[in-house]
């Protein structure tokens, strides 16, 4: 037996929006620019020894250098790490704080058609590449753990001023035209209307960009910016894998668990559960 089509369905379906044309044409240019780029690839397949060094890197990875794990010398894995969380903790401060007057100044709601100054010079520092950054300050500063601070710090203004431009877009308006009503100057605004409803949001902007700035810091040292890095590249460069595997059981360890109890701490501040 034949079913009917209710009449509204019918109506809903036939006034849909009728873009065949323009599909066609977006789905024709992903489908042109994936062949372009997979022309790039030039692939010559996999050699012998390059299924020896995966079953090498694979062994080494389920059997690295356990006394490099456990140990508590200079060069040890716990010390190294211990380092470069410092060197994500600090550097994540230092960005957070320096991202405070590019967000006010590029936020519409607070400066009004001027932001887009704000917002072109925060364009420009997330502009910059990662190792580039690494490699100015090492020239500036000397390798060293300061260096990597420096780098993570410049590098995390552009996320957080980001970030923190859509919290203080967000923010109750009412608030603001009643410090405009009495006359407040810009700083009083920010100081007593706008500051208390973004503490807890600008908190979890800090410890999620905390998560990646400790995964960005163990790939620092490669530059000489401290941290774990250069024991893992030096590691690897001379196919040391079991300690280059030991290195990377740090890593994975200190990710996880900065990663489990900043979302707790994060889910807390904001829902507050």
């Known amino acids: ?29 992903i489908t042109f620019l994936l062949i372009w780029s997979l022309d790039v690839i030039n692939y010559p397949g996999i050699t012998e020894s390059s299924i020896q060094i995966a079953q090498n890197i694979l062994k080494a990875f389920i059997n690295p250098t356990w006394d490099l794990i456990f140990s508590l010398d200079v060069d040890s894995i716990p010390i190294l790490m211990f380092e470069t ?20 100044l590029s936020s519409k709601n607070i400066v009004g058609n001027f932001a887009y100054i704000g917002s072109t010079i925060i364009t420009i520092i997330r502009s910059f590449p990662f190792f580039l950054l690494a490699l100015m300050f090492v020239r500036v500063s000397g390798p060293g753990p300061l260096t990597g601070v420096l780098t993570i710090g410049v590098l995390s203004i552009g996320m957080i001023s980001k970030m923190y431009i859509e919290v203080i877009e967000d923010i109750d308006p009412g608030i603001l035209q009643a410090l405009d009503a009495s006359g407040a100057s810009l700083f009083q605004k920010i100081r007593f209307g706008i500051i208390p ?77």
């Open 197 to 273: 409803q973004l503490t807890a949001n600008f908190i979890s902007v800090m410890i999620y960009r905390f998560e990646i700035n400790v995964k960005n810091a163990t790939v620092l040292g490669i530059v000489g910016a401290g941290g774990i890095g250069f024991t893992l590249l030096s590691a690897m460069s001379a196919f040391r894998w079991q300690d280059a595997s030991a290195a990377l059981w740090g890593i994975i360890i200190v990710v996880l668990f900065v990663e489990y109890f900043s979302t707790k701490i994060r889910k807390k501040l904001v829902s507050g559960e």
């Open 85 to 104: 969380l410092g060197i994500a903790f600090l550097g994540t401060l230092l960005g957070s704080v320096l991202s405070l007057p590019f967000a006010f």
């Open 1 to 29: 037996m034949m079913k009917t089509i209710n009449p509204s369905v019918l109506e809903v379906y036939q006034a849909r929006p009728k873009a065949l044309v323009k599909n066609t044409i977006t789905g024709s240019i």
